[in-house]
């Protein structure tokens, strides 16, 4: 319910007082067609109003329900619901209602009012779930503020200026991770080409980096397995195998595993234990020879049969450097050229051709330095981006904020200080809805009559 601690000029209404709700329609799929054609019309989806819209045409009849780009269209369904879409034109279908909207009122002050909790800590209420959405019937319940119409542009005016502020610190914010994305790699990249540590290594008289492979500096290589597995997470006492969604660069997802069946013998060998480099060996392009460092286990897993595990041979150096080195920019170059497959949704990489990667290799003691180095700056990359990520969920908050204060009459308080002659008299809200509602009773279609009073 909205808060009633609201201006004494704004009026407190029930939403069907002066707006209503129309749904869309839904022509069958053969109908559809990717391209504009005569005859055609648009429709409008959810997905049309994101980053990744897909155009679809349908014919245009009397019966479809249309929009123009000045209509504010509200999400009806699931994780949609209560969404506000504006700026399209075209027939839309079932998952949207069109807010049919009196002209005395101000459509950009109406579309910050659904954005806020005001509209959408009701549809929140709703007794029905989600997926069902909402009906006319349920916004009759709905509460419904209306200022003096121009205070509502006012209202408008100051959160297009507000609201414009937050999406740029938030823009701004967003392409950070990006930024510190690249500083990993950079940093990764100088420290498995020896520029991180080459004043260090001269200083310590340790000599230049050799060229070797790597099966030269691992030990063996092995190759898990794929019993038929429970599609559930192990406990800390079961055992479980994990799936090749655990391998991320760099980072092992615990998690990300299924559970044995106790009718099948466990394979102790098979195990993943702290130390161990995993890199898969198969799947699409993009998820095949990813490598991984495992920094500690806490539940008894073994490796699947599309991943590998193996260490550095000891006195070679350190397993952690060497996932290092197969996580770096150039190195996953020459890993994408040991790939084979006969199309991009099933590569391999085989043993033979991983172990032939030809690698760059520091003495143990640089190694060590490295990861030193490396560990801190990452550390650094990760602090910077945990302070953005909780910025941004202060940006996002601020947003509900700010229409919170608009809705309370709090951004527009001195305004009505300063004009009384706008807010009263024939500028006043009790007049306003008076003109609405003579909008509304003009645009009611008329009753249908009888077959029994037209034959007469």
Same mark, same amino acid.
């Given at each position: 319910?909205?808060?009633?601690?609201?201006?004494?000029?704004?009026?407190?209404?029930?939403?069907?007082?002066?707006?209503?709700?129309?749904?869309?329609?839904?022509?069958?799929?053969?109908?559809?067609?990717?391209?504009?054609?005569?005859?055609?019309?648009?429709?409008?989806?959810?997905?049309?109003?994101?980053?990744?819209?897909?155009?679809?045409?349908?014919?245009?009849?009397?019966?479809?329900?249309?929009?123009?780009?000045?209509?504010?269209?509200?999400?009806?369904?699931?994780?949609?619901?209560?969404?506000?879409?504006?700026?399209?034109?075209?027939?839309?279908?079932?998952?949207?209602?069109?807010?049919?909207?009196?002209?005395?009122?101000?459509?950009?002050?109406?579309?910050?009012?659904?954005?806020?909790?005001?509209?959408?800590?009701?549809?929140?209420?709703?007794?029905?779930?989600?997926?069902?959405?909402?009906?006319?019937?349920?916004?009759?319940?709905?509460?419904?503020?209306?200022?003096?119409?121009?205070?509502?542009?006012?209202?408008?005016?100051?959160?297009?200026?507000?609201?414009?502020?937050?999406?740029?610190?938030?823009?701004?914010?967003?392409?950070?991770?990006?930024?510190?994305?690249?500083?990993?790699?950079?940093?990764?990249?100088?420290?498995?080409?020896?520029?991180?540590?080459?004043?260090?290594?001269?200083?310590?008289?340790?000599?230049?980096?050799?060229?070797?492979?790597?099966?030269?500096?691992?030990?063996?290589?092995?190759?898990?397995?794929?019993?038929?597995?429970?599609?559930?997470?192990?406990?800390?006492?079961?055992?479980?195998?994990?799936?090749?969604?655990?391998?991320?660069?760099?980072?092992?997802?615990?998690?990300?595993?299924?559970?044995?069946?106790?009718?099948?013998?466990?394979?102790?060998?098979?195990?993943?234990?702290?130390?161990?480099?995993?890199?898969?060996?198969?799947?699409?392009?993009?998820?095949?020879?990813?490598?991984?460092?495992?920094?500690?286990?806490?539940?008894? %897993?073994?490796?699947?049969? &599309?991943?590998? /595990?193996?260490? =550095?041979?000891?006195? *070679?150096?350190? !397993? #952690?450097?060497?996932?290092?080195?197969?996580?770096?920019?150039?190195?996953?170059?020459?890993?994408?050229?040991?790939?084979?497959?006969?199309?991009?949704?099933?590569?391999?990489?085989?043993?033979?051709?991983?172990?032939?990667?030809?690698?760059?290799?520091?003495?143990?003691?640089?190694?060590?330095?490295?990861?030193?180095?490396?560990?801190?700056?990452?550390?650094?990359?990760?602090?910077?981006?945990?302070?953005?990520?909780?910025?941004?969920?202060?940006?996002?908050?601020?947003?509900?904020?700010?229409?919170?204060?608009?809705?309370?009459?709090?951004?527009?308080?001195?305004?009505?200080?300063?004009?009384?002659?706008?807010?009263?008299?024939?500028?006043?809200?009790?007049? %306003?809805?008076?003109?609405? &509602?003579?909008? /509304?009773?003009? =645009?009611?279609?008329? *009753?249908?009559? !009888? #077959?029994?009073?037209?034959?007469?």
């Amino acid at each position: 319910m909205a808060d009633r601690n609201i201006p004494t000029e704004w009026l407190f209404l029930k939403f069907t007082e002066i707006l209503d709700v129309q749904g869309g329609t839904q022509p069958p799929k053969s109908q559809f067609i990717g391209e504009p054609r005569k005859g055609y019309i648009r429709l409008l989806q959810i997905r049309d109003f994101g980053k990744k819209p897909v155009p679809t045409f349908i014919p245009d009849t009397s019966k479809l329900k249309k929009c123009n780009k000045d209509d504010i269209l509200i999400g009806r369904y699931g994780a949609s619901l209560g969404r506000i879409c504006t700026g399209m034109e075209g027939a839309y279908n079932v998952a949207l209602a069109k807010v049919i909207t009196p002209p005395s009122l101000d459509r950009g002050f109406l579309h910050g009012y659904l954005d806020s909790e005001h509209f959408q800590g009701e549809l929140r209420l709703l007794s029905r779930s989600a997926q069902n959405g909402f009906n006319k019937g349920d916004l009759e319940t709905f509460d419904f503020l209306l200022p003096p119409l121009a205070e509502q542009k006012v209202i408008d005016a100051k959160l297009d200026t507000l609201m414009a502020n937050v999406e740029t610190t938030k823009a701004r914010l967003e392409r950070i991770p990006q930024i510190l994305k690249r500083f990993r790699q950079s940093g990764l990249a100088a420290a498995v080409s020896g520029r991180l540590t080459e004043e260090w290594r001269g200083r310590a008289g340790l000599p230049e980096w050799e060229v070797t492979f790597l099966g030269e500096v691992i030990g063996n290589i092995d190759q898990g397995w794929s019993p038929k597995c429970h599609n559930e997470p192990t406990s800390n006492e079961s055992w479980g195998v994990i799936k090749t969604s655990s391998v991320l660069p760099m980072a092992f997802l615990e998690h990300e595993n299924k559970k044995l069946p106790n009718s099948l013998e466990i394979r102790p060998h098979l195990r993943v234990l702290a130390s161990d480099i995993l890199t898969t060996r198969a799947g699409p392009r993009s998820r095949c020879g990813i490598t991984c460092y495992v920094n500690s286990t806490s539940k008894n %897993l073994m490796i699947c049969d &599309k991943v590998y /595990r193996y260490r =550095v041979i000891e006195g *070679k150096g350190c !397993s #952690k450097f060497l996932a290092l080195q197969l996580n770096s920019p150039n190195v996953l170059e020459k890993i994408e050229t040991l790939k084979t497959g006969i199309s991009e949704s099933g590569m391999n990489l085989t043993q033979k051709k991983f172990r032939q990667l030809k690698l760059n290799w520091p003495t143990p003691e640089e190694q060590t330095e490295i990861i030193r180095r490396v560990d801190q700056l990452f550390a650094h990359a990760d602090r910077i981006e945990q302070q953005v990520n909780n910025a941004l969920t202060r940006v996002n908050n601020l947003t509900q904020s700010i229409l919170a204060k608009a809705f309370r009459g709090e951004l527009t308080e001195q305004w009505r200080k300063d004009n009384p002659d706008l807010i009263s008299g024939e500028n006043s809200a009790e007049a %306003l809805l008076e003109k609405i &509602k003579a909008e /509304r009773s003009q =645009v009611k279609p008329a *009753k249908r009559k !009888s #077959k029994k009073t037209m034959i007469a």
